[in-house]
């Protein structure tokens, strides 16, 4: 796999625009970047290949590299953040992956990148209710032509999908159920019966916020009710502590934005 990661030298929680974020809470800078760098290194030993964004002054939040893009087949779709704290990380990224000799496409709407969708197999799955824009995911389809399914969150802790949901490989995943809709639980069981179905107690250490190479799951190693679920499975968990990332509402999947490049064809 390959990865890109910001690492979080200017994090700090200055503002709130989601739950987890308490700005009169104490934030230790150093320890995000020891846990940051753990995280890194955990990729690093299992073979897969890291690239870094610069960071920026400014931008305490763009170490949530997740969110600066979807990138699939070569062709990455740029963002459009919802709260005006995160738009300028938007054109970093943006520039980024134009250097990387990646094929950028501008969004419509609003659009938070891989915290709403979550590529599986051929299909990807898109989170709407709190960020990403329910009109963007027409748009996703045309960008990477592959079906969009439509999955409404409805819990304002797990308001990217990225925190309800974990994709485990090309035909399953884990996923909390109560922070998604009556219909959207209802498409899930039908897309995926045999999904793993996380805890509350789990979730709410954003347990799901993780990341697979379809063998290995690197996950906060706060969820162990997950992480025994998935080593029951076949799954190796490989847990790593982001506690003070966490104070922001991101954990390792928000930490990571995956290259997928275009296939050489056979």
Not at 61 to 88: E, H, K, S, W, Y
Not at 158 to 186: K, M, Q
Not at 194 to 208: K, Q
Not at 224 to 238: K, N, S
Request: aromatic share 8%; glycine share 8%.
């Amino acid at each position: 796999m390959r990865y890109l990661m910001c690492r979080p030298t200017h994090f700090a929680v200055e503002y709130a625009i989601n739950p987890w974020m308490d700005p009169t809470a104490p934030v230790d800078p150093a320890l995000a970047v020891a846990q940051w760098e753990a995280l890194r290194q955990v990729y690093l030993d299992l073979g897969h290949t890291v690239e870094e964004i610069e960071p920026i002054a400014g931008l305490p939040d763009m170490v949530f590299a997740a969110n600066g893009a979807t990138v699939i087949d070569g062709t990455a779709l740029a963002v459009q953040f919802r709260d005006p704290q995160r738009a300028d990380e938007a054109p970093a990224y943006r520039s980024w992956l134009e250097r990387a000799g990646f094929q950028v496409r501008e969004p419509k709407h609003v659009n938070e990148g891989e915290g709403d969708l979550l590529l599986v197999g051929d299909l990807i799955l898109a989170g709407t209710g709190f960020r990403t824009a329910h009109a963007e995911h027409a748009h996703v389809q045309e960008v990477f032509g592959r079906p969009v399914i439509t999955l409404q969150l409805v819990d304002p802790r797990f308001y990217h999908l990225d925190t309800a949901l974990c994709v485990l490989d090309e035909r399953t995943i884990a996923y909390l159920p109560e922070a998604f809709s009556p219909g959207s639980r209802a498409v899930l069981r039908r897309l995926f019966p045999d999904a793993i179905l996380a805890t509350a107690a789990d979730a709410e250490v954003l347990g799901l916020n993780a990341v697979s190479d379809g063998r290995h799951v690197v996950l906060p190693a706060q969820a162990t009710g997950l992480a025994a679920a998935l080593r029951e499975r076949g799954y190796t968990p490989i847990g790593v502590d982001l506690s003070e990332l966490r104070k922001a509402g991101g954990g390792p999947k928000c930490c990571t934005l995956v290259l997928r490049e275009r296939e050489a064809t056979k």
